[in-house]
């Protein structure tokens, strides 16, 4: 699949690795992996179930470890949306499920999604 035939929005049923300009949080599956560009660093998002994941970071100052996906913003933090991460925006999250402020991690500048096994 050349970069002019990609999807906008990953379904999950795709077993292959797709670049995208948007992820609907909803179609992620345990063991699917998020790799999220920002100018920064490489954040790495693992998923488990109930979108409980591990998150990782290139960036030694990143906030990451076991994190529920809230999902995203956009850039400026005034839009919250719950089922998608974009381009352009941030991937919102928290720590504990009954945390009142989500993290957010930069501006991504690309969005790779990868299949897990099934």
């Known amino acids: 699949?050349?970069?002019?035939?990609?999807?906008?929005?990953?379904?999950?049923?795709?077993?292959e690795r797709y670049g995208c300009l948007k992820l609907d949080v909803e179609a992620l599956?345990?063991?699917?992996?998020?790799?999220?560009?920002?100018?920064?660093?490489?954040?790495?998002?693992?998923?488990?179930?109930?979108?409980?994941?591990?998150?990782?970071?290139?960036?030694p100052s990143a906030k990451i470890g076991q994190?529920?996906?809230?999902?995203?913003?956009?850039?400026?933090?005034t839009e919250y949306t719950p089922n998608r991460i974009i381009v352009g925006g941030r991937m919102a999250y928290v720590f504990d499920e009954n945390a009142a402020e989500m993290t957010t991690t930069p501006v991504i500048e690309s969005l790779v999604r990868e299949a897990g096994l099934r």
Request: proline share 5%.
């Open 1 to 15: 699949m050349t970069d002019t035939n990609v999807p906008d929005v990953i379904p999950a049923i795709f077993p």
């Open 67 to 77: 994190i529920i996906l809230k999902g995203g913003t956009n850039a400026d933090v």
């Open 29 to 59: 599956r345990a063991r699917d992996r998020v790799i999220l560009q920002t100018s920064r660093s490489t954040y790495t998002l693992t998923v488990g179930k109930n979108l409980h994941c591990i998150l990782s970071s290139t960036n």
